[in-house]
């Protein structure tokens, strides 16, 4: 990873934070976001997705579902540095009147290509349909899709898969972020999946391993051609709330907000100065 990579992943984490703690944390799952900060970073920051900021409904773009809606404020976080819109907005994070809500909703936010409700598993049914168009259509566009590795426990997922190798959409690729967490505990607890690796194959897809964390790593993932005729499982392996120690690998913080205890050590590893959460917090929100 270059320096500039560095810089900007931890001013993500940095905005995702400051996003939260401006409207008090209602919706956020701060967790979940860092987890897939670099994931979204190198999509839109280098050069793998097709898009136009200043024309979100660009017909020649390429297509992003973040089906793990609950992680909205990475998405939000990447959609302003990209420059979608203005980061100032995200401070409005969960406002009263503001666009940016804790599930994203494709028909306020620019850039969001997909609304989410909260209901795990939809994700990639909805960008297998939007490739399978495209390839009806003779489109070029790719379509990417991020899940969890807890969502992956929902049926929906599997059909899609099936249906997706079954119509070679190859043009669809799907990351999965292997953070090895959800909601209450650990994946392996839940379902005692040992290897997503060897599930998504036996359904036919091409398969690629990336360090989740490391942007050098996903960008070679990202760059590599699929198979022909398959589509692709970019299998990212990541650490549930990256980038501050206390929040890493810790199950408690899927959905919670720092004590006072807790924030010094979040503004200390995030380097978040005091003149920061003040400015924030000019923009609470009304609830």
């Given at each position: 990873m270059?320096?500039?990579?560095?810089?900007?992943?931890?001013?993500?984490?940095?905005?995702?934070?400051l996003a939260?703690?401006?409207c008090g944390?209602a919706?956020?799952?701060l967790?979940?976001a860092?987890?897939?900060?670099?994931?979204?970073?190198?999509l839109?920051?280098k050069?793998?997705l097709?898009?136009?900021s200043?024309?979100p409904?660009w017909?020649?773009?390429?297509?992003?579902?973040?089906?793990?809606?609950?992680?909205?404020?990475?998405?939000?976080?990447?959609?302003?540095?990209?420059?979608?819109?203005?980061?100032?907005?995200?401070?409005?994070?969960?406002?009263?009147?503001?666009?940016?809500?804790?599930?994203?909703?494709?028909?306020?936010v620019?850039?969001?290509?997909?609304?989410?409700?909260?209901?795990l598993?939809?994700?990639?049914?909805?960008?297998?349909?939007?490739?399978?168009?495209?390839?009806?259509?003779?489109?070029?566009?790719?379509?990417?899709?991020?899940?969890?590795d807890?969502?992956?426990?929902?049926?929906t997922?599997?059909?899609?898969a099936m249906?997706?190798?079954?119509y070679?959409l190859?043009?669809l690729?799907?990351?999965?972020?292997?953070n090895?967490?959800?909601k209450?505990g650990?994946?392996?607890?839940a379902m005692?999946?040992?290897?997503?690796?060897?599930?998504?194959?036996?359904?036919?897809?091409?398969?690629t391993?990336?360090?989740?964390?490391?942007t050098?790593s996903?960008?070679e993932?990202?760059?590599?051609?699929?198979?022909?005729?398959?589509p692709?499982?970019i299998?990212?392996?990541?650490?549930?709330?990256?980038?501050?120690?206390?929040?890493?690998?810790?199950?408690?913080?899927?959905?919670?907000?720092?004590?006072?205890?807790?924030?010094?050590?979040?503004?200390?590893?995030?380097?978040i100065?005091?003149?920061e959460?003040?400015?924030?917090?000019?923009?609470?929100?009304?609830?």
């Amino acid at each position: 990873m270059t320096n500039d990579d560095l810089q900007n992943t931890r001013e993500l984490r940095k905005n995702i934070f400051l996003a939260a703690y401006s409207c008090g944390g209602a919706a956020a799952h701060l967790a979940s976001a860092f987890s897939i900060v670099e994931i979204m970073y190198v999509l839109y920051m280098k050069g793998i997705l097709k898009y136009r900021s200043g024309e979100p409904g660009w017909d020649g773009r390429d297509i992003l579902v973040v089906s793990k809606g609950h992680a909205s404020l990475a998405a939000y976080a990447v959609l302003s540095m990209a420059g979608f819109f203005d980061k100032q907005e995200l401070f409005t994070f969960c406002g009263g009147e503001t666009r940016l809500g804790g599930e994203p909703s494709m028909h306020l936010v620019p850039g969001v290509e997909a609304s989410s409700a909260g209901s795990l598993g939809h994700g990639l049914s909805f960008g297998a349909g939007i490739a399978m168009a495209n390839k009806m259509d003779n489109n070029s566009s790719k379509v990417y899709v991020i899940i969890g590795d807890g969502e992956c426990q929902e049926g929906t997922i599997w059909e899609a898969a099936m249906s997706a190798v079954r119509y070679g959409l190859d043009k669809l690729t799907v990351i999965l972020d292997n953070n090895r967490i959800q909601k209450m505990g650990t994946v392996m607890d839940a379902m005692a999946v040992d290897s997503w690796e060897n599930r998504w194959k036996a359904f036919g897809w091409h398969i690629t391993r990336a360090g989740g964390h490391d942007t050098d790593s996903l960008l070679e993932a990202f760059e590599n051609p699929a198979e022909k005729g398959k589509p692709r499982l970019i299998i990212a392996d990541t650490v549930k709330g990256k980038g501050v120690s206390i929040m890493e690998n810790n199950p408690d913080w899927h959905f919670k907000m720092p004590n006072k205890r807790e924030l010094k050590t979040v503004v200390q590893e995030l380097g978040i100065t005091g003149e920061e959460l003040l400015n924030c917090r000019k923009h609470t929100c009304s609830r």
